[in-house]
């Protein structure tokens, strides 16, 4: 049976948003992997440097002050090769960092009220505060 996919259009076009926004601030450019794989291979003239993975926030940048990533991402970001960003993607702009510099909080059973069919709604999760990685988080407001 085939796992249920929850993006959206919407979804799938802020993400786009979001790696064009942290890629042109640095010059490098991106690659789409698969749908069941992270989201993007990340390249600076065209070598390859690192992963990035793009979290849906429906909400503003001055209101999000925990930053939700489930385990399994963390695990399979950590079993990578280069550079491991993490990128949120609010209705307004985005904040991002390294995901092997970040200090989250555990919760064995967080995340989203289940929907019907979704077998990640509900699962291991970290929780990266703001004010407690300030010196790694960096925000950039959408113009």
């Known amino acids: 049976m085939a796992t249920k996919r929850f993006e959206t259009t919407e979804d799938l076009n ?7 926004v942290f890629t042109s601030r640095y010059g490098y450019s991106s690659e789409k992997l ?6 993007f291979k990340i390249y600076s003239d065209d070598v390859f440097i690192g ?3 793009v979290k ?3 909400r503003l940048l ?12 963390v695990k399979k970001m950590m079993a990578c090769d280069g550079a491991k960003i993490i990128i949120w993607a609010s209705l307004d ?17 967080g995340g989203r009220n ?12 970290f929780y ?3 004010e407690t990685n300030n010196k790694v988080l960096t925000s950039i407001k959408y113009k």
């Open 14 to 20: 802020r993400e786009d948003r979001a790696i064009a």
């Open 34 to 39: 698969g749908k069941w794989d992270l989201d």
């Open 51 to 53: 992963y990035a993975e």
């Open 56 to 58: 849906g926030r429906n």
């Open 62 to 73: 001055s209101d999000d002050k925990d930053f939700p990533l489930a385990n399994r991402k």
């Open 93 to 109: 702009g985005i904040t991002y960092g390294q995901l092997d510099r970040l200090q989250g909080k555990f919760v064995r059973n």
């Open 114 to 125: 289940p929907r019907e069919g979704s077998c990640n709604d509900m699962e291991e999760m």
């Open 128 to 130: 990266y505060n703001m």
